[in-house]
């Protein structure tokens, strides 16, 4: 039986689909970018490939369109009006993704280019249209691989929880950076012990059940900001959970891979039980189609109607606008890489230090890209030994770079390990040298204390950021994107004065020796 309105109150029309022509522009406009930016779209995808923490990028551009698809309505009740001040925004990303380019920062490219199709659609779309389908389109931002640079600080979080939990517990606990030993055994917290992947699939899933579940915006806010904070409060119970089980059955379970079963097991409960109780507030947020209660409505709805059946007057010139704007990066970016690129090799001639070369005195390497040269010596004096490390980079990629998440002065599992760092500023020949001062130990003995520093454009940094802008401007001006990181390394002891002051008095001798090197090498 159907029922027919009551008097008065007409029945909205079923919404008409987009004219043909004009899905086909959209198409266009939206798919071009996959193929301008295709190196950058090959990063994305070689990463979701390579790393089990980014995998869940292949569901995002499916979910994001289904999202659409639940509102497909939209494009009839708001046909498509081409808003031209987008085209201002959208060549604010590209400018962005160039200097990203420049910079070698892969996921500020990444993020710019990913940013480009929300804001395509509001220049096509229009601000109602593209609003209504505002959180499918930056939906899409979780599709960019990015979280690594949380991995040290979580990392340090779960360390700090998991001690003062089992110190809490009443069982003493002998701490070494993120190394600790316990009576029955010892553990360390390393990068897969850090929660971040945790992390991010709960923040993913937390906004996507948020917009699905919820109507408020502060309820949403609150039930995104519990699926950042529980996450990590999570992981550093699993960690102790671990631990303990650990140190009860005298390191018989929970020492293997059992010990990662253990923790997806404990974090999808937790994850069951936010969603559990985050759906005792749930709000209907799929209201029913608003019922047309007069004729002029009606015939307003009809001739939106009408309008998505046609094509919108303006949008064939703002299809070719955004084409244009879209493709003007790219082409940029391949004009300046054919111009820094330096086919010549590096010739990092042999440092003129005036210290006797000595044997080495520590096996400790740092774990970093390989570089293009590397120089390595080992020398003392009457102010203790010192060993310099010198990495030099040239014609940087993703798979080769100075600056870098990955790069560390010690690897995760390697027997060294940094214990504290900060930063030094040392008076060398009248000039102020800031530098980044590291303590490192050795399972079963052994420390140096480290002071490391970047070479970037003729210009000392041990800021990544900074480092990022000098090797822009040098890309920029055409003079390629050469870089060193410089290392020299001290034994220590218990004061750590003493090796400062070998160190302070190696780099007295010897700083210009080394950027004269450097920039030698610069040239060639």
């Known amino acids: 039986m159907q029922l027919n309105p009551p008097p008065g109150v007409l029945r909205a029309a079923r919404p008409m689909p987009l004219a043909p022509a004009t899905a086909l522009l959209l198409a266009v406009a939206l798919l071009a970018p996959f ?5 950058t779209v090959r990063s994305i995808i070689s990463i979701w490939n390579s790393s089990e923490t980014f995998a869940h990028g292949y569901i995002i551009l499916p979910i994001s369109l289904w999202l659409i698809w639940r509102r497909r309505d939209n494009f009839a009740l708001y046909p498509p009006q081409p808003y031209a001040p987008a085209l201002v ?30 804001v395509a659609a509001l220049a096509l779309l229009g601000p109602r249209l593209a609003g209504s389908l505002a959180f499918p389109l930056l939906f899409l931002l979780f599709a960019v691989p990015f979280g690594e640079i949380f991995v040290a600080p979580l990392i340090d979080f779960t360390a700090n929880f998991t001690v003062w939990a089992v110190r809490a517990t009443g069982i003493p606990v002998l701490r070494s950076g993120t190394r600790f030993e316990l009576p029955t055994g010892n553990w360390s917290v390393v990068e897969a012990c850090s929660g971040v992947r945790y992390l991010i699939s709960s923040i993913t899933l937390g906004c996507l059940y948020a917009y699905l579940t919820y109507r408020s915006l502060w309820r949403r806010a609150l039930f995104i900001g519990l699926s950042m904070i529980v996450p990590v409060i ?41 969603f559990w109780i985050g759906s005792y507030w749930r709000e209907d947020t799929d209201a029913p189609r608003a019922a047309v209660a007069d004729t002029d409505t009606a015939a307003s709805v009809g001739a ?10 303006r949008l064939p010139a703002m299809v070719a606008a955004v084409l244009v704007l879209a493709a003007l990066w790219p082409a940029a970016a391949m004009v300046g890489e054919r111009a820094n690129d330096n086919p010549a090799p590096v010739r990092l001639d042999d440092i003129a230090v005036s210290w006797p070369q000595a044997a080495n005195f520590s096996d400790w390497r740092p774990y970093y890209f390989t570089a293009d040269a590397e120089f390595r010596r080992s020398y003392k004096a009457a102010a ?25 002065l010690t690897g995760y599992k390697d ?46 940094t041990t800021s990544n950021v900074v480092g990022k802008l000098w090797q822009m401007e040098s ?24 090796a400062r002051a070998t160190l302070h008095a190696f780099l007295l001798d010897n700083y210009k020796n080394i950027n004269k090197a450097l920039a030698n090498a610069g040239q060639h």
């Open 35 to 39: 193929l301008l930016y295709f190196g």
């Open 89 to 118: 925004l959208l060549g604010l990303l590209g400018a962005g993704w160039l200097a990203a380019q420049l910079g070698e920062v892969q996921v500020v490219s990444q993020y710019m280019f990913v940013a480009m199709f929300p």
């Open 234 to 274: 999570a992981n550093g119970l699993r960690a102790y959970m671990i631990v303990m089980i650990g140190h009860l059955s005298s390191m018989q379970l929970a020492t293997g891979v059992d010990h990662i079963i253990y923790g997806w097991l404990f974090f999808g409960l937790v994850m069951f039980l936010m």
């Open 304 to 313: 939106q109607a009408g309008a998505a059946a046609t094509v919108p007057r």
């Open 384 to 408: 203790g030994q010192v060993a310099l490390t010198v990495l030099y980079y040239r014609n940087q990629n993703r798979e080769k770079t100075l600056i870098s998440s990955v790069n560390r």
């Open 415 to 460: 027997a060294w390990h940094d214990t504290t760092q900060t930063r030094v500023t040392e008076t060398i020949g009248g000039r102020s040298v800031t530098l980044r001062e590291t303590v490192l130990r050795k399972d079963g003995g052994g420390a140096l204390l480290v002071w490391d520093w970047m070479h970037i454009g003729g210009h000392d």
């Open 475 to 498: 890309k920029a001006l055409l003079r390629g994107d050469d870089g060193a990181a410089i290392m020299l390394s001290a034994p220590l002891d218990e004061n750590p004065d003493t």
